[in-house]
């Protein structure tokens, strides 16, 4: 005779699990009330589990099973996605939420504020939905990295209003793919079917852009900059021109181009030629494929840009301000950093160790 399926063993290992949770959190800082808050929430976790542990299992499966499995996905999230940020969060950590919490009042941030933690094994991550931000060790420290921590920023506007942001981008798209239906051996190596390229924007692509274009309109031209040296980082870097489905981001090359289509509108353009002449340097040995106009078309991506800066602005966020006083701006004291990185490299590390030096000391966090 089969053994039944051990769910009253489940629903105690729940419990157990809460409860070493809820141990771990002893002592745990107060972070604005975040661990308050986690520690309230396990704690319901576990008074569910013990509940179900009160009832006759295995004369209630069909009704115990359903409660035990949303029980145990939203205690695997908390552990996952939330508890390593508030358990670790140590003086690096304090010092990068800080400057987060200070970029985010420069751009008028309308939501919740975020932890940032210096513990990211994935570059710069986020979790929009538990408002954490990963970013790699040292990066508290450092300025150059910015531009990326306001992408992932970016993720977070996109959680709320991914529609406002998107447009009819998604319809746009799938017309100019239909141009294509019937004929993708003409332009496609690798794809069989353009619907495919669809699901890729669908998927991931089109929120990273987002996530690219609103990053370029909070910190301007150090957004650019930033991904050029990203570019340089990868190590073996795959093709700019990438038309790879299986990728979560798109084409580094149409990346960039995205941004700097903002940056041009936003009146930069100086510093957007600049970038080109930079990019096209790094990439002159690469070849583009013919069907990446399929995968980016020029004339949406121009679309987005437009999308994107309007969203933003209905959002009451704030576009980078090229007069804005870099002792007391993120975002100016970001692309002053880049200026001096490109123009004095040989100097850089000491300005930015003392312009980084007198932020800590601004804020209480010196060593």
């Not at 669908?202 to 570019?231: K, N």
């Amino acid at each position: 005779m089969a053994m039944p399926f051990p769910l009253r063993s489940l629903v105690t290992d729940l419990e157990i699990r809460a409860d070493v949770a809820l141990g771990a959190l002893e002592g745990a800082p107060e972070l604005s009330g975040r661990t308050k808050d986690a520690r309230e929430r396990i704690q319901h976790f576990k008074n569910a589990a013990c509940k179900l542990l009160e009832e006759d299992i295995d004369q209630a499966r069909d009704q115990v099973y359903p409660a035990y499995a949303d029980l145990t996905q939203s205690l695997y999230e908390t552990q996952t996605f939330e508890l390593p940020f508030l358990l670790h969060h140590d003086r690096a950590a304090e010092r990068a939420t800080r400057l987060c919490t200070a970029l985010l009042k420069n751009i008028k941030w309308p939501y919740d504020q975020l932890l940032v933690s210096t513990f990211s094994t994935e570059y710069y991550s986020t979790f929009a939905a538990w408002r954490v931000i990963a970013a790699p060790i040292g990066e508290e420290r450092r300025l150059l990295g910015i531009p990326d921590l306001c992408h992932e920023l970016g993720h977070t506007v996109f959680a709320n209003h991914a529609k406002v942001l998107a447009g009819n981008m998604l319809n746009d798209l799938a017309a100019h793919l239909q141009s294509y239906k019937g004929i993708e051996h003409k332009f496609m190596t690798d794809v069989d079917d353009v619907d495919d390229v669809y699901y890729s924007w669908q998927r991931s692509w089109l929120q990273e852009f987002i996530c690219d274009l609103i990053a370029t309109y909070m910190v301007g031209p150090a957004f650019p900059r930033q991904h050029v040296r990203l570019r340089a980082m990868r190590q073996p870097p795959w093709t700019v021109y990438q038309c790879d489905l299986d990728k979560d981001h798109p084409a580094d090359n149409a990346r960039m181009e995205a941004c700097l289509h903002l940056i041009d509108d936003a009146g930069f353009g100086s510093e957007a030629d600049e970038l080109r002449g930079m990019w096209k340097e790094m990439i002159i040995d690469e070849r583009r494929p013919i069907e990446y106009e399929v995968f980016y078309p020029s004339q949406l991506l121009l679309q987005l840009v437009r999308l994107v800066v309007e969203g933003c602005k209905k959002r009451g966020l704030r576009p980078y301000d090229p007069e804005a006083d870099p002792d007391f701006d993120i975002p100016r004291l970001t692309n002053v950093a880049w200026d001096h990185f490109e123009r004095e490299p040989d100097s850089y590390r000491q300005w930015e160790e003392e312009s980084v030096a007198r932020l800590w000391a601004e804020w209480g966090l010196s060593d």
